[in-house]
């Protein structure tokens, strides 16, 4: 296996059971995860603080992070892949210089200087994994997820990556190789995902309606039209 942190980390693996789909936002269980990190116990202490104060309210405060970790981050992302799926040329650009594709669209920034972008196909699928921490492209998928931080997917990722995405409801037929991507400070990655069966007629804005979050990190797959999740 290839474990550099610049390139994929290419894998394969039966199907274990683990604790990572308990990292999923469904009903924000994060019980399997360690000891929260001296900062992360800091910042709540200054938010408590800030609450108890009437300087912060917690509700907006949760809606505000609601709104970047799954609408505005995602939306744009989204873009990029229908834009993508509609357009061919601008497909080819964006799998050789997907930073600069990106930006066309207007998406660019901090946490998303420089970006790869890696295509499924029926005998290839990507995951994205930050080993080391949790890089992550803020400009095109917004805040990331809990589950993405957690010390379980960071290590299971590579190591049962078939595992992994079985715990997510994804089961891969066995002739499919699983390439893993270890997103980096210098190099983080998005999934162009397959466009799904039954949205040949969609216009360009239905069809970003139904690209996921998840997708786009490669924990799951785009469901045909009137059958997705929008996680």
Sequence with gaps: ????????????????????????????????????????????????????????????????????????????????????????????????????????????????????????????????????????PWPVLGLPPVWYKSAPYRSRAVIDPRGVLCEFGLELPEDVEVRVWDSTAELRYLVLPERPTGSEELSEEALAALVTRDAMIGVAKIAPPGEGSRA
């Design 1 to 136: 296996m290839n474990t550099t942190r610049s390139g994929s980390l290419t894998a394969s693996g039966a199907a274990t059971t683990g604790d990572i789909a308990r990292a999923q936002d469904r009903g924000h269980d994060h019980g399997h995860q360690t000891v929260p990190s001296d900062l992360t116990l800091r910042v709540k202490a200054l938010e408590s603080l800030l609450v108890e104060k009437g300087l912060v309210d917690r509700a907006a405060l949760d809606a505000l992070i609601d709104t970047y970790e799954h609408k505005v981050g995602p939306r744009n992302g989204a873009r990029v892949i229908a834009r993508a799926w509609v357009d061919p040329a601008f497909k080819q650009r964006l799998l050789t210089d997907a930073t600069a594709a990106i930006s066309e669209l207007g998406y660019s920034g901090h946490q998303g200087e420089h970006m790869v972008v890696v295509e499924n196909t029926p005998k290839l699928h990507n995951l994205v994994v930050c080993t080391l921490c949790s890089c992550y």
